[in-house]
């Protein structure tokens, strides 16, 4: 029997196969795993800690696999220019001017709105990777981190310092944080690196068992250039460089064609779907129900806040039901339950993270939604509401690795109104020096 | 001096120019109109009631252009199927089953759920109209209601009970509910009606000065048949009908081809986008930038919550300015500002209704959304984060013809749990019937 145990008490729990039960949800604190899902758990044993889950749903912590959280300083920042005058005319700039300081403020923002909207877990590509580590051990959230890599524009030794920094924090850092930190190699994406650093990088990382994750196929701006120079298909091209191993996970993945899907099926490459980023920044619409078709492990991400602008996953599921079916052309394409699968096992398999889903054995990541609010009744359908009515807002308490980050809509890691503040400040000082 | 006046005091206030001032609003509660906009407005006279907007934008109510509110009752009860099947498989047979009280009770839900998120003002096509009328008088919104027609597959003699239903209703509740309802005449869509008497319902309409308000161009399978038969585009056949009046309000246009949109803007006729249904049942991508191009006013709605599935205007705020991105294939295409136009001058101005600007003169229609959550941090543009980042659950204080209607959270016209409640118990109630 575990000594130190959390009781999320009378609640309904959706289960992996997207059934609804009553039942409380047993967790033994010392192992960060769910011991039990069942009736009446309570009467059995000591329990530590309870969490009140009546009226509420037990789910997976939600999995925002795509981001780069540190921008939420730069949340409206910028918006309604396509993505490259965005990048190049303000992204980039006030990127240049983020401190080490701003990132971990930025980040610890993120964080916030990510523990209060459900998310758990969450892939993380930016800089200043130690801040970010920080304050992801702080919070007591779980992560996939790594150091964005852009070798265009600089010169060999620049280059070559930005891939081994990669490399280098990949290294340092896995397993942090009691082992809720995991690491991969991020070159930016197939067009912003080198070929001969991109297969270096690659090979490097795979040889010490590190994922890559890089963003692909995300305009037709990136895809054709590839195409017109190389002749092949972007993701070919990254088959070629050795990018396509079961560990790596690509962002958006919107342009790719029957072929690229199947090399994606055979290789177990996971596709991070951003619906939100791709339908501000104008990119397109991923395949979304061809690749679940083909068999490839999908997961959502929502991007940077200034690309979205929140870090709510909850909007990327209504988003990716939504834009899967006007991409589908049918109506029935990408269903509820698709959605909810995309955004807790689907994220989970493409970090090759623990969570996911709410049974014995599993990871004690999960999320209770009150599904008392008006914009939630009736019930015919728990699974719809998930992915098409229920907010960010509507979280009660959210669970990490066994640890409550948030009781009744009050973080208990992060100091929110602090936080808040700090990237305020941060912001506004930013915004003066970027200009 | 008014006598009985409301001051909403300490906020930040959004102007119809989409610029945002430190500002008090006095309202005059007995005309209901807004008195006067500006800096310490406390100081200069006896205030009745003060809402406190420290730390809120002060923002028109939102316009809610096109819904069917009862529909709230089926809110997750069939997802994820074509339009045809849909309606025909599931809505159809379930909305045979309402009862009057069924709707108003469907109607109350809606309406709770709207004045949480900051709506003020809706349009409403659907049946039982006495019902929803009652509803919106006792919930203080404003609305033009009415009663939707369809006659294929009627008799003669049902048919022009049904037209004659839908006069006699707009006839009758014309200014009810002090004004704050008004009426329109509702062919259900240019398909479901026949000709002549689509065409005498449209006249009788106009003659006696009432809007009318009807599904136009919302599927390619509602479009194609026009063409084939008539030789001609629907919104020309509308045209020819007598339907497109400066008063006339269209909900969707999602496939409206460029005469078309030259013939809207020739008119006057308003276009209401519903992004997320059209996105739900993956109607297609109206032509917003097109739109606004062309001088045509748009307005937005969410339809009914059955194809949504929520009542959140802030959601079709977010939907309808990253869809027009793509549907335009430029990130630059219905910007913020545009998108919260839509949502308030735009509505009104589509349902002829008083509303839509937070100005002296203006309707005391207004929503105070508060501006201090994480995932509204930092501020670097309000009314990106308007279009954006902000979620109804956002909204404080909601006011609508100079009355309160929420503050702080709270709903003052209705009774939340009991409404709820009661929505709950007839849902299931009604699956039973319709099954």
């Known amino acids: 029997m575990a000594s130190d145990t959390l009781l999320v008490a009378g609640g309904r729990v959706l289960r992996p196969d997207a059934t609804v039960v009553d039942a409380d949800v047993l967790i033994d604190r010392e192992t960060g795993r769910i011991e039990a899902v069942g009736p009446d758990l309570a009467a059995e ?56 300081e701003d990132v971990r403020a930025g980040t610890e923002l993120g964080l916030v709105e990510m523990i209060r909207s459900g998310t758990t877990t969450f892939a993380d590509m930016y800089f200043h990777v130690p801040e970010i580590v920080a304050a992801v051990d702080e919070a007591g959230m779980r992560a996939r981190v790594g150091h964005g890599v852009v070798t265009v524009g600089k010169d060999e030794a620049a280059a070559r310092a930005d891939v081994r920094e990669s490399l280098d924090v990949a290294r340092e850092y896995d397993g942090a944080a009691d082992g809720r930190i995991r690491t991969a190699v991020m070159p930016h994406s197939l067009t912003t690196v080198d070929e001969t650093l991109l ?25 054709e250039p590839i195409v017109a120079e190389r002749g092949e298909r972007p993701l070919a091209y990254a088959d070629d460089v050795g990018l396509l191993s079961a560990s790596d996970f ?50 959502l991400g929502t991007d940077g806040a200034a690309s979205n602008n929140d870090l709510d996953l909850f909007d990327e599921l209504r988003d990716a039901a939504m834009l899967g079916k006007l991409g589908a052309d049918d109506a029935s394409a990408v269903p509820a339950e698709a959605a909810v699968q995309m955004a807790t096992q689907g994220g989970a398999a493409a970090l090759s993270l623990p969570g996911g889903r709410v049974e014995a054995g599993a990871a004690a990541d999960l ?43 009050e973080l208990t890691t992060l100091d929110e109104e602090e936080v808040v503040e700090t990237a305020r400040r941060r912001a506004v000082d930013l915004v003066a020096r970027a200009n």
Chains 1, 2 share one sequence.
Do not use: F
Not at 49 to 71: K, Q, R, Y
Not at 259 to 270: D, V, W
Not at 393 to 404: A, F, K, L, P
């Open 250 to 299: 690509l962002a958006h993945g919107v342009h790719v064609d029957a072929s690229e899907i199947e090399l994606l099926a055979e290789r177990g490459t996971a596709v991070v779907h951003c619906p939100a980023s791709n339908m501000k920044l104008a990119s397109g619409i991923a395949p979304v129900q061809a690749l679940l078709d083909a068999g490839v492990t999908v997961a």
């Open 45 to 100: 044993r000591d329990v530590t800690e309870t969490l009140d889950a009546a009226g509420g749903l037990v789910m997976p912590g939600l999995v925002n696999a795509h981001t780069h959280v540190a921008m939420t300083l730069l949340r409206g920042y910028a918006d309604d220019k396509p993505l490259d005058a965005w990048l190049r005319e303000d992204i980039w700039p006030a990127e240049a001017a983020l401190t080490a």
């Open 199 to 223: 297969r270096e990088a690659v090979a490097d990382a795979h040889d010490d068992g590190i994922p890559v994750h890089t963003h692909a196929n995300e305009t037709r701006d990136e895809v």
């Open 367 to 409: 999320a209770v939604v009150d599904l008392d609010a008006p914009h939630l009744a009736p019930a015919h359908d728990l699974v719809s509401h998930l992915a098409y009515a229920v907010r960010g807002s509507d979280v009660r308490h959210t669970v990490c690795d066994g640890q409550v980050l948030m009781r009744d809509r």
